[in-house]
């Protein structure tokens, strides 16, 4: 009991703790390359800072194929490393990708996958900013992403 009360008092301090990032929202609009596949892709990404230097990152893909369609979904968790012009972040998470096929008796094909990775916030001004981003996804899908988006820091 003791231990739960510890934990609920440290997660409690680290929330009412402030700095530059908490609370933060920006709006990120990307495109995305993954390696295996070539297909081109529209990202539309949120970010949410909870905690300093942690951010929950949902975002959004549309993927471009030949035929049929294609899109993925993440949320992945960052961590910035460095809180100057160029912000550098690690990422963990999970990813959803789901492929439909046009003219192939398969129909669909799903995966699930976990994405590891590492990116940059590089702010031109208080407004604008260019998210250069690396994502490998091991399991599932097996893939490496390139991403490189416009940010808009929101507040």
Request: proline fraction near 5%; aromatic fraction near 20%; charge should be positive.
């Amino acid at each position: 009991m003791k231990k739960i009360f510890i934990i609920i008092i440290l997660v409690l301090s680290s929330l009412e703790s402030f700095a530059q990032y908490k609370e933060q929202w920006r709006a990120i609009h990307a495109y995305e390359v993954p390696m295996t596949t070539g297909f081109f892709g529209m990202n539309f990404t949120a970010e949410y800072f909870p905690l300093n230097y942690f951010s929950i990152v949902p975002s959004y893909t549309i993927f471009l194929p030949a035929t049929g369609k294609a899109s993925g979904f993440d949320l992945n968790f960052r961590y910035y490393f460095t809180e100057k012009e160029k912000q550098w972040y690690g990422l963990l998470g999970y990813g959803y990708y789901l492929r439909r096929f046009e003219f192939n008796p398969e129909g669909k094909r799903s995966f699930n996958s976990i994405n590891i990775g590492a990116g940059g916030m590089i702010k031109l001004n208080e407004e604008l900013g260019l998210n250069p981003e690396i994502r490998y996804q091991p399991m599932g899908r097996n893939d490496l992403m390139f991403k490189l988006g416009v940010v808009y820091f929101i507040n």
